[in-house]
């Protein structure tokens, strides 16, 4: 790919006559006859860089000059291959950890900038590298460009980024029932609903679903119990280990005697 842009190329001449002139790309020659004016302009428009001569002049004497060295170089920049990298979307914690951008282009030099986005502080590793890295101070859509330039060519590619905060969660349960009695375990939430939890009575893993920041599970263990809150995932699919345990200790009914009657 080149950056082919359309090049006037001017000729002036000391005296107006009428004009006969030719002129060589070093490949083809072209002439051009008649002309009456004091200048003399032509369009090009090259692939690759090219030498343009002025290879003869004559006027309308019949007096020709095909000693001229007259020659302009047009150079042709190639035009860089870009890619600012895949949009992506993804869970992140923004105030600890930066985004490592996939961009990548053939030739020159590059420089990332932020067309918008959300967050108050938004910097670059090194926005001269395709590589760099982007962090912000707020979730959301953030778009950025990156532009490559050779020469007097440029391009540039936008990415979108989508960055999630992951979701947060508590846990609370009965401390000590009787045995029969219910417990009550209380995951408290916050994040993009509806939620689901993951959590373990000691043997089996448990799943709820929810649209409220507080979910309520009754449980009737039959012994002491060690319940553990696995997971917690969001509407966005980012998801959390919280890892937090609680025991619900289970105390025998008492067994009650008035003794015998007398």
């Known amino acids: 790919r080149f950056h082919v842009d359309l090049t006037q190329i001017d000729i002036d001449f000391v005296v107006n006559s009428d004009f006969d002139i030719s002129y060589s790309d070093w490949i083809d020659t072209t002439t051009v006859v008649g002309i009456n ?18 290879t003869e002049v004559s006027d309308a004497n019949g007096c020709i000059n095909d000693t001229i060295s007259q ?3 047009i150079n042709v920049d190639s035009l860089p291959v870009i890619t600012a990298g895949p949009d992506d979307e993804l869970c992140i914690d923004v105030l600890s950890q930066a985004y490592n951008l996939m961009g990548d282009i053939s030739i020159g030099s590059s420089i990332w900038t932020v067309e918008s986005g959300p967050g108050t502080v938004m910097t670059f590793g090194d926005d001269t590298s395709p590589t760099s890295t982007f962090n912000t101070d707020a979730d959301g859509v953030s778009e950025l460009i990156l532009s490559a330039t050779n020469g007097v060519c440029m391009i540039e590619e936008t990415v979108e980024l989508i960055f999630n905060p992951f979701p947060s969660g508590s ?6 029932i009787c045995d ?3 417990a ?3 995951f408290n939430v916050s994040g993009e609903s509806p939620y689901d939890i993951i959590y373990n009575d000691g043997s089996t893993d448990i799943n709820l679903t929810s649209e409220s920041t507080e979910i309520i599970e009754i449980v009737t263990p039959t012994v002491s119990t060690t319940y553990t809150f696995v997971s917690l995932t969001d509407n966005n699919g980012c998801t959390i280990f919280p890892g937090t345990t609680n025991e619900v200790l289970v105390t025998p009914q008492p067994i009650a005697s008035a003794g015998s009657d007398a």
Do not use: Q, R
């Not at 200048?39 to 030498?51: A, D, E, K, M, R």
């Open 37 to 54: 004016a004091n200048s003399y302009s032509f369009i090009v428009s090259p692939l690759n860089t090219t030498t343009y001569s002025l």
């Open 171 to 176: 846990f609370t349960a009965s401390n000590e």
């Open 184 to 186: 009550i375990l209380t």
């Open 180 to 182: 029969g009695s219910e």
């Open 71 to 73: 020659a302009i170089v």
